[in-house]
Structures are given as structure tokens and as C-alpha cells.
């Protein structure tokens, strides 16, 4: 099956400790993303690459760092930078084609104490 | 820049009742628009999009929306809910010569037995 996969479901890490979450999609998509939702607020846009090897910030990219080495990849690492890193990130991707929609993956909770 | 405004944070209603989730935008270009749903704990789902064409768009599972371009809404509507369209639905627009989607905040929609 074809689709997006983030792992892992649930992370715990504690203050000051860099954290990288995994995203992985199958679907020979170009671009891919990464948002950050927290509750009331909506979907707020960290990162998102648009080809291989190249990615831009989004409106919150403050304390967050991503790669793209690879097509079906994108990897974003939440640095003890990021004043409040609690929240659910959702990694996504979509066709070269801008009429079309984002595919999204199951997400990752991540908990800093 | 693009604004998407979801004019009700919370929606509560009986099952087999109407309901309609209201959606606003602001954008200086011309824009595709999305519904997406999420159920808890999960990423999001297209609902339906607007691309071109007719106004009026359907999903598979009863829901619709139409494009309204002097109001430049977008709302979204069914005629009879279920139990299991409890769930939160996001408004989204993405320019057409773009790759930035812009998120609303989300509605929460209940419904009641």
C-alpha cells in the first residue's frame, strides 16, 4: 500500500535533548512537508522541500532543522532550541501537480519534560 | 499572503440533522480550495477540494461545498450527519501557482445520538 509513515507514534524526551522524527512516504511524491498542530491553533508550517536536496522554512522554522537527501524522505530534528516542542507533528506530502492535495501521515506526539 | 477563517471552533448537533461548517478566505491570487478531516490521534484526510469548474463539490461519504467567489467562502455542508462524522474539519487554501497550503483552525464537529 501506498502512503506515509511516521515514526514513532508517541516520543518522550527530556528538556534540552535534540529529537528527530522520522517521515517516509512511497508514493514517488516530489514535495513533502511538516506541520506542527496544537490544539485550537490549527496546522502551522515548519518546513517543506519541494525536490530532492533543496527545502524551505515555513512560518515557524525557529528551533527546527529538516534534510532531504532523499525523495522519500524528510526527517525534521526538534533541537533543545525550540522553547516549547510539546505538540503533535504531522509530516505530509503531495504530487508536482499544485492542484493537488496533501497526503498526510499518522503523526508523532512528542512530550518534552 | 492567504488567510483561511473557520467561523465556528466548535459545531455540536444531533445525529440526522443538518449541519453546515463555515469557511472564509482572503487571498490576493487565485486559490485551490480543501477540506480535510481528522479523527483523533490521526493525520488528516481530503474531505474534497475545488479546483475549477463547477462550484458545487461532493465527497463520497454525502458531505459537499461550494465556492462562493464574491463572498469567497467555502463552506461545507451535509444534509444528515452520523455518529461518525464526529471529527474536526480543516479549511484550506493553496494558491494556484504555489505549494504553500494555509491551514484554518479547525472545527469540531459533535454529534450527538
Known amino acids: 500500500d501506498g502512503g506515509i509513515t511516521q515514526s514513532p507514534k508517541y516520543l518522550f524526551r527530556k528538556e534540552g535533548q535534540n529529537v528527530t522524527l522520522s517521515c517516509e512516504q512511497n508514493?514517488?511524491?516530489?514535495?513533502m512537508y511538516w506541520y506542527r498542530q496544537d490544539p485550537g491553533q490549527g496546522l502551522r508550517l515548519i518546513y517543506y522541500?519541494?525536490?530532492?536536496?533543496?527545502?524551505q522554512k515555513g512560518d515557524i522554522a525557529e528551533g527546527y532543522s529538516v534534510s532531504r537527501e532523499k525523495k522519500e524522505s524528510f526527517p525534521l530534528t526538534v533541537t533543545s532550541a525550540q522553547k516549547n516542542p510539546t505538540a503533535f507533528y504531522l509530516c505530509?506530502?503531495?504530487?508536482?501537480?499544485?492542484?493537488?492535495?496533501?497526503?498526510f501521515g499518522p503523526g508523532t506526539r512528542l512530550t518534552v519534560t | 499572503a492567504q488567510s483561511v477563517t473557520q467561523l465556528d471552533s466548535q459545531v455540536p448537533v444531533f445525529e440526522e440533522a443538518p449541519v453546515e461548517l463555515r469557511c472564509n478566505y482572503s487571498?490576493?491570487?487565485?486559490?485551490?480550495l480543501f477540506w480535510y478531516v481528522q479523527y483523533p490521534n490521526q493525520g488528516l484526510q481530503l474531505l474534497l477540494k475545488?479546483?475549477?469548474?463547477?462550484?458545487l463539490v461532493e465527497s463520497i461519504n454525502g458531505f459537499e461545498a461550494e465556492f462562493n467567489k464574491s463572498q469567497t467562502s467555502f463552506h461545507l455542508r451535509k444534509p444528515s450527519v452520523h455518529i461518525s462524522d464526529t471529527a474536526e474539519y480543516f479549511c484550506?487554501?493553496?494558491?494556484?501557482?504555489?505549494?504553500?497550503?494555509?491551514f484554518g483552525a479547525g472545527t469540531r464537529l459533535f454529534v450527538k445520538a
Open positions: 505530509a506530502s503531495s504530487p508536482r501537480d499544485r492542484g493537488g492535495e496533501q497526503y
Open positions: 508514493l514517488n511524491h516530489d514535495a
Open positions: 522541500s519541494q525536490i530532492v536536496n533543496d527545502f
Open positions: 487571498s490576493s491570487v487565485s486559490v485551490y
Open positions: 475545488y479546483l475549477s469548474g463547477s462550484t
Open positions: 484550506a487554501v493553496r494558491p494556484t501557482g504555489g505549494f504553500k497550503t494555509i
